[in-house]
């Protein structure tokens, strides 16, 4: 995958810091665009790995290109933040920005790299936020190198918030809807359209603070359009109608769209939960009560525990019963389980006392760091975890189920009920195979 066109003036001197999901797609793709790119982490273990070729999570395509790029010396993996931002003209934030207690985002390692930069900024130097951070950030990020820089170095800040989905995002990065920057200064909007010169994109160029707006309220609308079908769905299951062609419906509505209406067991993941919440939490500090976003979060907690309950009710006593649970990443295409839907609903069948094995095509190194030992069952395969099932749980939409054989998997089964917690598969194939099968909505 390459870039469009190259009507770049240079070739920019990129360090990308942090080398987790954001950080490490995007000092790959900037390495494919042709600059020279700095990839930093505070790991060691981390960096040592990415010098050795090994890559720290699953994601489609990275692999390839993050070799790629290192073999033509485009790319390059360091520790040593010092280094990298001295050695860099552009610098990208993509640290961890992860929750706390009370809901707001914790900027620790935001703060902590803002001195560090201040304590090298040996030449001008952008420093763009690219993780998702609360609106006005950017502007602490400022007052920070102001207060510990030596000497009167110019820098700019700016707001490049990133848009890509896990699974999905070394694609998203190359063909995205839209190149947001956010910046007060005209010098860096200039190097900053240049590092995407050759996508094919929309770029939207405003201030910082609404750039930081932008990507809060996306992530918060994307998780909203998911609660709001899922609530449908639970009218559909009380009404007697089909949420997936309510959806389909809606969705032909361009002014809906049909992307997210997918009726499920809810959304996860380490951005929709952790930005919804940080959303709230920055707007109340702001002075508004942003309700919405709460009653977002109530619904989608709430289809973990309509699931369940859907299950316990036809299994009626789930003590000693055998559980499959097929797909335990918070979504398809990724071995991410972060605030994964599955999460809770494994806990709640092994509380109850189930024998729950799990099979996930990426997901089980994951699965077997969050469960541990002597908790639940590993299957390598979904034919191997259904033995003996009286009850298989659909919890990711991976393709490989969609190519089940389920004959197969109805031979194996103690009792043949699929709970379907992804509406991935259709109720009258299901049925005529000879499966009880639950699903949402309908
Ligand atoms: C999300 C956004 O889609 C990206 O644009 C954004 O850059 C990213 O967060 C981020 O802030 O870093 P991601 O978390 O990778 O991307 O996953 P999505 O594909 O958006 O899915 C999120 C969750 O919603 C998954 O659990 C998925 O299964 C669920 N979902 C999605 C539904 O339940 N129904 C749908 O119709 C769509």
């Known amino acids: 995958m390459a870039a469009t066109k190259k009507t770049r003036s240079k070739k920019h001197k990129i360090c990308v810091v942090g080398a987790g999901h954001v950080g490490l797609v995007a000092a790959a793709c900037f390495a494919e665009l042709g600059h020279k790119v700095i990839c930093e982490d505070a790991s060691k273990q981390r960096i040592t790995d990415l010098k050795k070729l090994k ?29 990298a931002v001295k050695k860099s003209d552009v610098i990208f934030l993509a640290v961890g920005t992860p929750p706390l207690a009370d809901g707001s985002a914790d900027l620790t390692s ?51 918030p990133e848009f890509l989905r896990e699974g999905k995002a070394v694609y998203d990065f190359f063909y995205p809807d839209r190149i947001v920057i956010g910046t007060e200064s005209k010098r860096a909007a200039i190097i900053l359209k240049d590092i995407y010169a050759g996508l094919k994109a929309p770029i939207i160029v ?37 949420v997936d062609m309510v959806a389909s419906a809606m969705g032909m509505d361009k002014r809906i769209g049909k992307s997210f209406l997918n009726a499920g067991i809810g959304y996860g993941g380490f951005c929709f939960p952790k930005d919804l919440e940080a959303f709230h939490y920055i707007a109340s500090k702001l002075g508004y009560d ?25 299994l009626w006593v789930l003590k000693d019963k055998h559980i499959a649970i097929l797909g335990l990443a918070f979504k398809a295409d990724t071995d991410d389980m972060r605030f994964a839907p599955s999460e809770g609903i494994v806990r709640y069948f092994l509380e109850q006392g189930a024998i729950v094995t799990a099979y996930d095509p990426q997901a089980m190194n994951e699965a077997k760091q969050l469960f541990g030992k002597g908790t639940l069952r590993y299957a390598k395969n979904a034919y191997e975890a259904v033995k003996d099932a009286e009850c298989a749980c659909f919890l990711t939409e991976w393709d490989e189920f969609r190519g089940l054989d389920f004959k197969k998997i109805k031979k194996r089964m103690r009792f043949p009920l699929v709970a379907d917690g992804r509406n991935m598969f259709n109720r009258d194939q299901m049925q005529r195979l000879g499966f009880e099968y639950l699903r949402i909505g309908g």
């Open 290 to 314: 942003f309700g919405l976003l709460k009653e977002v979060k109530r619904i989608n907690d709430e289809q973990q525990l309509y699931f369940v309950e859907k299950v316990k009710e036809r």
């Open 110 to 160: 935001v703060e902590n790299v803002a001195r560090t930069i201040a304590f090298n900024l040996n030449s001008y130097k952008i420093i763009v936020e690219k993780s998702t951070v609360p609106v006005q950030t950017g502007q602490k990020i400022k007052e920070t190198i102001n207060r510990y820089r030596h000497g009167s170095v110019e820098f700019d800040i700016a707001s490049n």
């Open 206 to 242: 405003t201030n910082i603070n609404t750039a930081e707006l932008i990507k809060h309220a996306s992530n918060s609308f994307l998780a909203a359009k998911i609660s709001f079908i899922n609530a449908v769905s639970r009218v559909c299951d009380l009404a007697g109608a089909d």
């Open 55 to 83: 890559m720290p999570f699953f994601e489609p395509e990275l692999e390839a290109l993050v070799k790629k790029n290192v073999k033509k010396g485009h790319l390059t993996f360091s520790y040593s933040l010092d280094n």
